[in-house]
């Protein structure tokens, strides 16, 4: 390779160079700043949910257990469907509407057991947590769903009052926590559900009881109703599944505020993606930059003065050895750069769809 006259050239503050001091050199005089390779970004979370999270028309975003009744009865078709594989969807659609943060919980009753005399003790005493409360989330929870079935006797008022003690320290800013009972039939197991609800609802959380009665007769609704009642709730019937899924649902507001939601919250996205992969295509491109133009720069300056007789050529080759061990560390440093804000996007991202999945289930089918 020829040299030019107006190569560049070290400044001559040395006789001669180790390689160390070559390559301390050549970067003092020729080497080109990083740390604007590493731009600064911001990444944003979702919007703010278009108005407060409600349950059964009631404000609600603490915290809540939902209890399925898997007694006997449960087992039962309709319209074709059996009504605890009801139960089960509309349970994960209240989990995927729950407002981020809310604490939930699932128990199942009367799943233990079958509803034969022979069995009952075994049966009433079949009351289980199965999931939670903890923060809303689904895939967990189908698993224990999946493997739920209905079988025996109806222990209301266990139920109601283990709800309850799951929630004594969940109460949050004000808002009680609440119990969301699906039920079709009424207490078998000798309890008192209208007392344990005022139990519940009258504890230090000052819980709420509500009761959603699923495919029950009109005399059934009405001792339900007392039983909501006595805990502070209401009381709502579900004649078939499409009527369950609507009343075990979270809302938030009307749909054009949900759309709305759902267009800012996509535009955020895209800005965050902006944002990131900006940032991350800059400092890949700006370092690449700075690897070229330093190796072109030291070949011309160790030509320069091998020819000048300043410096051997194995001098030069072992202060490149240097250099080339910078830039792989610099090439490093770039790539977890890149990939820290490739992670970032995707898990703040990920929670936005998260929200407004939430969000826009809430208007999905509606009666």
């Given at each position: ?32 700043g990083v740390e ?27 915290a809540a257990v ?42 199942a009753f009367g ?257």
């Amino acid at each position: 390779m020829a040299i030019s006259a107006d190569a560049p050239t070290l400044s001559p503050k040395r006789t001669s160079w180790t390689s160390e001091e070559l390559y301390d050199d050549f970067l003092a005089e020729f080497g080109q700043g990083v740390e604007a390779c590493f731009s600064n970004y911001r990444l944003h979370g979702a919007p703010p949910l278009p108005g407060t999270p409600k349950v059964l028309g009631k404000p609600w975003s603490s915290a809540a257990v939902v209890a399925i009744d898997a007694s006997g009865s449960m087992q039962r078709h309709l319209d074709g469907t059996r009504k605890i594989m009801m139960a089960k969807t509309a349970v994960r659609q209240f989990v995927r509407s729950a407002p981020r943060g809310a604490q939930v919980g699932v128990l199942a009753f009367g799943h233990q057991g079958n509803n034969n005399e022979s069995e009952k003790a075994l049966s009433c005493a079949g009351i289980e947590m199965l999931s939670g409360p903890t923060p809303a989330t689904r895939k967990p929870l189908s698993k224990v769903l999946d493997s739920l079935q209905a079988k025996g006797w109806t222990p209301l008022a266990g139920a109601i009052m283990a709800a309850g003690q799951s929630l004594d320290s969940l109460a949050k800013d004000g808002q009680p926590p609440i119990v969301l009972v699906v039920s079709d039939g009424l207490e078998t197991c000798g309890g008192d559900p209208v007392a344990a609800a005022k139990t519940v609802h009258e504890s230090e959380s000052e819980t709420i009881v509500n009761i959603i009665g699923f495919d029950v007769s009109l005399p059934e609704r009405d001792v339900l109703a007392k039983v909501a009642q006595a805990g502070g709730g209401v009381f709502v019937h579900a004649a078939n599944e499409h009527e369950l899924a609507a009343h075990l649902r979270v809302t938030y507001v009307d749909r054009d505020g949900a759309q709305a939601y759902d267009a800012a919250a996509l535009k955020i996205k895209k800005e965050n993606t902006s944002q990131a992969m900006g940032a991350a295509n800059h400092a890949t491109t700006c370092v690449q930059d700075i690897v070229h133009h330093e190796s072109d720069q030291f070949l011309a300056v160790t030509q320069s003065m091998v020819n000048a007789g300043q410096i051997d050529a194995a001098t030069a080759l072992e202060a490149h050895g240097f250099l080339k061990g910078w830039h792989e560390e610099l090439e490093t440093e770039m790539h977890a750069f890149v990939d820290q804000a490739r992670a970032e996007l995707e898990r703040i991202n990920n929670r936005i769809d998260r929200d407004r999945r939430r969000v826009m289930s809430a208007y999905t089918d509606l009666p």
